[in-house]
C-alpha cells in the first residue's frame, strides 16, 4: 500500500508542480525594471500606454488607470481601484480596492504626497450643483497626508473661476461629503456621516462628531467644534462649540483649545472675552455689536492676539456675502 501511494505521488508531483508555475505564471505582476526600483502591475490592470508611473508604483487586479494620469513614485493601487481624467496623485498615495479618483471632464484632480483614498471612497468626480455646465472646467486640489476613508465623497468645483481646495493633515472619517467649492484648511477631523455643503469654508484644527451637516456657504472658525446630530446654517466663529438640532452657541471648545497647545493664561482670557459678548451682566442691554466695540476698547484683553482673532472672526461673519454667527444663549459656564 506505501509503495501505491509513493508511486501515485511520484507520477503526480510533476503534474501538481507544472499546474502550480502555469497559475503562479497567470497571477504574477508584470515588472519594469529600472536601477533604484521597479513597478509592479498585475496582467489583469488596464494602464493606458500614455498614463505616467513613478518609480515603485504597485498597480492591482483589475485597477483602471487612464491615459491623462501622472502617478508619483511608491503611489500603491489596491484591486479594482481607478484612476481616470487629468489627474495627478504625488509620492506614496494609497488607493484602497474600490475607490475612485478623478473624472473624464475638463479640469484636472490633483493630490499631494501620502494620502490615503479608503475602500470604494469617490473623489474628484463631477459636483452635483445644477449650475455647473458640461463642457466647463472644473477642479480638485488636495493637499498631503490626508486620510479620507471608505464611502466619501468629495467634488471637483462648480464653476472654471473657482476650485474645491483640501490642505493637509485631515482625517476624514467614513461617509462624508464635501460638496464643489469647499475650502478646507489642515488639521481637520469630520467624524462619519458630515456632510459639507457647496461653497462651505472650513479653517484649522477644527472637530465636527458624527452627522454634522453644514449649509452652503457656512464659514467654520479655527479650532471650533461642531457636536454630533447638528445642522450649521450660520457661521460657527472661531474657538467656538456648538451643539443642537439647529447649532447654537454653548461656549468655547475649551477641551480642544487645551489639547492645541493653547496656554492657561489665553484660555482664560477667551473666557473673559466670551462672557462680554454673549453673556453680558450689565443692566443696560447692548446690541452685540457695541459689545464688540467695547470689548475692542478694553487694552488687557483685547491685546491677547487669540482674543482679537475671535472677535475679527466674529465681525467677519456679519459682512454682506456671509450669514452671520450661529444663534447663542447665555449658559453659566464657558
Known sequence: MIS????????????????????????????EDSRDSEVLI???????P????GKGVSVGPYCTIGSSVKLGNGCILYPSSHIFGNTELGESCVLMTGAVVGDELPGYTVLGCNNIIGHHAVVGVKCQDLKYKNGDECFLCIGNNNEIREFCSIHRSSKPSDKTVIG???????????????????????????????????EDYTHTAGATVIHQFCHIGSFAFIGGGSVVSQDVPKYMMVTGERAELRGLNLEGLKRNGFTMSEVKSLRAAYRKIFMSTETVSLSLEERLTKLEQDQELYSVPAVSAMLQSIRDSFTETRRGICKFRQWLDS
Not at 23 to 31: G, K, P
Open 4 to 31: 501505491l501511494l509513493k508511486a501515485r505521488e511520484k507520477l503526480l508531483s510533476p503534474l501538481f508542480s507544472s499546474t502550480i508555475r502555469r497559475l503562479s505564471s497567470s497571477l504574477s505582476y508584470s515588472r
Open 42 to 48: 498585475h496582467p489583469s490592470a488596464d494602464v493606458h
Open 50 to 53: 500614455s498614463a505616467v508611473i
Open 168 to 202: 493637509d493633515n485631515n482625517l476624514i472619517m467614513g461617509s462624508c461629503h464635501i460638496a464643489h467649492d469647499c475650502k478646507i484648511g489642515d488639521r481637520n477631523i469630520f467624524a462619519n456621516n458630515t456632510l459639507l455643503a457647496g461653497h462651505v469654508t472650513v
